[in-house]
């Protein structure tokens, strides 16, 4: 009886080892046949398990619970050798990667500008990262190093059925040695915010919100094409309220095809504010805007939306800035995404009453 006894605990444990090894197997399937192989896998696992339970006498319960633990420790072998031999890869994405990042966001409805790709490269190609696994895909990760002090991450994407595998982890990692000692800025999905403090120990500043509306604005005699401000100029203006030097970045943002980009002179010359409306995949976006005063602001945004009348429009906002969102509210304009911007280091002191419109979730 006691021999039975042990026997039968000796057939359970196996059993389970078996179960745990080749869940484990079902990491490295494919992810389109990952469900159904799991389903075979718990099946057959049942049948066995209950005949090593009930088999009529201790042999052939021992000879079960030897088989099943034998075949799983094969398999939990071969899995561990395999991942260890082929697991994840990280690597620089190039130029023409660059339509994956912005594909994926579109994805995950995000409804990137259409030449958002060509703009955020440019300032850092070493920034872009890919995760590969088996050599397919699995995460995509951008840092863009503004300049020595100051970093801003994006287009931080898992792919769904590589989530909980310890992918998205170690690109984070690879993205953060990139950025090394900058402070490093990122928007992230309110549902992410916990986890991002927790493992990452960001540093919540705010929450900026999404505004979807229809453009009926009407073109604005006090403003003028950015083209006419000397580059210097507006960099210098922009870089008052980003936490970094960006100057090759505006450079490329405001002279992009089915872009319009406006500023407001100010009776000495000086730069008032400027703002920003570029095609989307879905409509148009505004950002930036950056504006001394509200009518200033609200200026530049009937000016840049009197571009592309009744077409629908999207307009990102820092919640701080209750001026901001009184413009969107005055407009009647839905409420429709939103993500709450973090820190690594320390929150920059921004003037966040100048800062109307948001450039750019993805890349700040």
Known sequence: MKKSRM??????ASGWVFVWKMVALCRIIPGYMWAYFRRMIWLVTLILFRYALCASSADNAGYAGIWLGGFGLFFGQYDMTRRERMGVQI??????DVSIFIDWARQEGWNPGIHDGECH?????????????DGEITGTLVVTNYDSSFSFGGFYIIREDARGRGVG????NHGMCHAGERNFGGDGVFEM???YAGNAGLIYAYRNIRWQGIAEGCEQQDLVPVQDIPLDALSAYDSLHFPGERRKFVEKWISRDETQALAFLQPDESIGGYGV????????KIGPIFADTPDIANCLLDGLTGSIPGEVFYFDTPE???????????????EVFG???MYSRYVPELPLQEIFGVTSFELG
Do not use: S
């Open 7 to 12: 026997v039968g605990v000796t057939a359970l």
């Open 91 to 96: 690597r620089n994405a190039t130029k023409d």
């Open 121 to 133: 490269y440019a300032v850092d190609p070493a920034g872009w990262f890919l995760a590969e696994e």
């Open 169 to 172: 982890w170690k690109l984070w």
């Open 193 to 195: 915010q916990n986890k």
């Open 277 to 284: 409306i570029r095609r989307c995949f879905e409509g148009y």
């Open 320 to 334: 701080p800035n209750a001026a901001a969102v009184t413009m969107a509210c005055e407009r009647n304009m839905d």
């Open 339 to 341: 993500t709450a911007r």
